[in-house]
Each structure stands twice: as C-alpha cells, then as structure tokens.
C-alpha cells in the first residue's frame, strides 16, 4: 500500500516542493525551512475543504446524537429480533438522510487526507532527495562514481565503523541516495570527522558543507538535525503544536457538545 499509494503521492509533492524552493532560491532566499512553511500553509490551504466539511459533520453529528440516541434506547432491549434491528437501521438511516448526512462521510474525508499528510511527511522525511539543489551539494562531495570521496577505497568501511549509531547504523553507504539523507542529518562533530579522514577532499566537504548548513538553517535552527530536548527555539514547535491542536479540538466539540454527559460521543470526545 505504502508503494502503491503513498509513494507516488510523495512523488508529486516532492516535484511541488522542489518548485517552491527553486522560486525562493530566485528570490535570493532558498531556505528549507521557509520552503517547508510555505509549503505546509500550501498542502493546508488545498485540503481545507476538506477540512471543513469534516467540522461541519462533526458539528451535525452533535445535533442527531439525541435523535440517534433516542432510536437507540427504543431498540436497546430487542438486540436479539432481526427485524427490530433491521427497523433501527432504516430509522438511523432516514435521521443521516434527514440532514443531508453519509454514515461514512466523516471516514471519508479522513481517508482523503491521510495518505496526504503521510506522503507528506515522507517528503520532509528525505527533503535532499526532493529538492535538486541540495543533493547537488550532496554529489559533489560524495562523486556518485566519480571524483569524491566514494572513490576512496576505504570509503564503505569508514562510513560503517564511524557513523554506526542511531539510524545511521542502518544506512547503506554504498547507495548514493541513502548516503544523501544520512549526511543531510550530520552534526558539526560528524562533519568534521569527515574532512579529516578524507583530506584530500577537505576543501570540498568544508565549501558544500557551508551551502547545505545555511539552506537548512533558519532562526539559528538546521532544521536537518535530529531534534533534542535542549533549551531553545526549537522546543517551542511541538509545545505550540500540541496547544494549537488541543484548541482546535475543543473549539470543534463545542460548548453544548463538552457539557452534555449523557452523550456517549461527547464523552468519548472528552
């Protein structure tokens, strides 16, 4: 499914998003993490629609819940009579009828946007292969077959016993396209253990090494590191996150829908 669905989704983004950051990179501000905003408030904006049709049928689910409610308790003690339960499908069916409503139409729209925000994150996941100028950067210090520091003859075995940690520890050196994403990730230290093993090509990992620093760096943060718990601007994103979408679920539960205990789906929301 992953193949057959998410890929090629990824696919387009990933050809959207390369785009948008070789516009900015003509306006002189080729930045991942601008790209990345940009483009997230992009991938928002088409899927609100959807977004809003998903809050209008949460906000009707809230008012056929006691009609829905009220059919449920009329055949509450007739689970076992066939035809009862057929007549409380019928009856449930004419209320989601009666306001216009799918009984799937809420999983609808999430099914929708699923498969979006999961090629999405694959694309900010492996952002060097989306975008051309900065696996460019990438080649030119690895050579992909030709001069750089593939060509070395210790090149896989350096690479394996070094980098042997985390994720790293999984990658794949001899793939240039593994070993783009896995050097997109590397710290100052790791970089620097880089220049001075391969010496002979430590001017061109220092001047590449410049240039994809500063496209990943933005407000004192290189969006490509691994994120830690340290103090500083970065923690701010997943708190505003986690408080954003606490508000965002309140405020589509509504008032009436939060004070109503006797619903079972308020309670669950809750």
Known sequence: MFNAIIMPIAQVLGYIFNLLFEALSFLHIGNVAIAIILFTIIVKLCMLPLSIKQQKLAKLNSVMSPEIKAINEKYKDKKNDQNAMMKMQEETKAVYEKYGVSQMGGCVQMLIQFPILLALYRVFQRIPMYVTSLKALFINILGDGGNGIMSAADYSDFMSNTFNTG?????????????????????????NLLKEHFTSYASVIAD????????????????SQVPTLALNIAILIPILSGVTQYISVRVSQGKSNQDDSDNPAAASMK
């Open 167 to 191: 994720t790293l520890a999984k990658i794949d050196w001899s793939n240039v396209n593994d070993a783009v994403v896995a050097m997109n990730s590397f710290t100052t230290e790791q970089w």
């Open 208 to 223: 590449n090494q410049t240039k994809i620093t500063e496209m990943n760096t933005f407000l004192g943060i290189n969006v």
